[in-house]
């Protein structure tokens, strides 16, 4: 068995919630948690975040928005909708903040799984498009019994 705390973005869950057989995970409730701190850029997966990038790349209306752009609204009005709630208790502003929080944000869960669950994640992720993959199979590589 082994059990171990991961801290990942929502897109990186909904992956690993693949590997459901003989798993189990107590997450640290977003739902519950999402207001009692402060939102910004370090509760985001923003590890190789391209702020420069530009999506609108040739589009005359918006010729330099970039990436970091985005971003900075986007954490705005999370963080505004956040205040809000706290404010007045409103639950409108919470049920918002649920739904425009983007697949970047870091959710912190215990998990305990058995080294036949991580050799299969190891095998059908270790070329995975995803960096956190990579990480986490490097992680795997590194227990005792791998």
Known sequence: MVSV???APFYWW????TYKVGTVANSCS?????TSYPLDYDNFEMTDFEGDLNPYEGNPLNPKLTMRDI???LIIHCENLRRAYNETKDKRYW???VR???EGFLQ???VTLNYEILRNIYK??????LTEWHSFCDWIKALPYA
């Open 5 to 7: 705390d991961i801290t």
């Open 14 to 17: 909904k992956e690993f919630d």
């Open 30 to 34: 977003t739902m519950h948690k999402l």
């Open 71 to 73: 971003w900075d609204e």
């Open 95 to 97: 049920k918002e903040l």
């Open 100 to 102: 425009i929080l983007p």
């Open 108 to 110: 912190k869960r215990t």
């Open 124 to 129: 059908w992720r270790s070329t995975h498009r």
